[in-house]
């Protein structure tokens, strides 16, 4: 009696295993991938977050600077005044203890922040604590580098003089007389992350009712 030919089944184990093996090292790539992705996510979060902390800082630094109290052997009160704004140079190109101080440009003009040069070698900025004796732990200053979850540098500020043309009551204006003029004070702050490329800007303004004491009202 002769048996019937069965169909060669040599070699469909070997397959099936390849198989396995093809999806199950594709599915540990994009596991890989997937893991990769988050790891830069949280990366650029925690950098963009040292930045913000840092520009917050500078806010406050300006802050004393303009307003006070300010103890430091640097100080500049006096240059800040809602009548007089003189100190305050076009381009924000003063030194000494007028850098960073930016006069109130032509009407529909590009406001100055958003031309300033905020790099350390142009001096047209302030780094933080230049006037108020205050320090910051950046990255720069600890090791000439990256330090850590330090900032990369130190933040910078600048300040413009801004011609207010109402008074804090919705009903209440100001005479449009030059002799009259009063000013607010704009500040621009940035803050660097870990990587100098990641960076925040963050403004506010300032009001200065009367002159610091010891200055001309």
Same mark, same amino acid.
């Given at each position: 009696?002769?048996? =019937?030919?069965?169909? @060669? ?7 099936? %295993?390849?198989?396995? #093996?093809?999806?199950?090292?594709? #599915? ?13 996510? =949280? ?23 303009? #307003? ?34 930016? =006069? @109130? ?20 900025? %302030? ?9 910051? #732990? ?16 130190? @933040? ?5 003089? $801004? ?36 960076? %925040?800007?963050?403004?506010?303004? $300032?009001?200065? @009712? ?8």
């Amino acid at each position: 009696m002769r048996r =019937a030919d069965r169909s @060669p089944q040599r070699g469909f184990s070997l397959i099936v %295993v390849l198989l396995m #093996l093809v999806v199950v090292s594709v #599915l540990g790539i994009g596991a890989a991938q997937v893991s990769l992705v988050n790891e830069r996510s =949280a990366r650029n979060d925690r950098d963009t977050e040292v930045a913000f902390q840092a520009a917050e800082a500078a806010l406050v630094d300006a802050e004393s600077d303009v #307003l006070g109290p300010n103890g430091s052997t640097r100080q500049r009160l006096c240059l800040f005044s809602s009548a007089d704004v003189t100190a305050f140079m076009a381009g924000c190109g003063g030194e000494g203890e007028r850098q960073g101080l930016c =006069a @109130p440009g032509e009407a529909g003009s590009e406001p100055a922040w958003m031309t300033a040069d905020f790099s350390a070698d142009a001096g047209k900025s %302030v780094a933080y604590g230049t006037f108020t004796g205050q320090h910051y #732990l950046s990255g720069d200053a600890a090791r000439g580098s990256r330090a850590g979850a330090l900032s990369a540098r130190a @933040p910078r500020y600048i300040v413009e003089a $801004l011609r207010h043309r109402g008074g804090w009551q919705a009903d209440q204006l100001q005479s449009a007389s030059a002799s009259d003029a009063r000013y607010i004070f704009r500040v621009t702050a940035i803050g660097y992350g870990m990587r100098e490329e990641t960076r %925040v800007v963050l403004q506010t303004s $300032l009001y200065k @009712p009367a002159a610091s004491a010891g200055c001309p009202s």
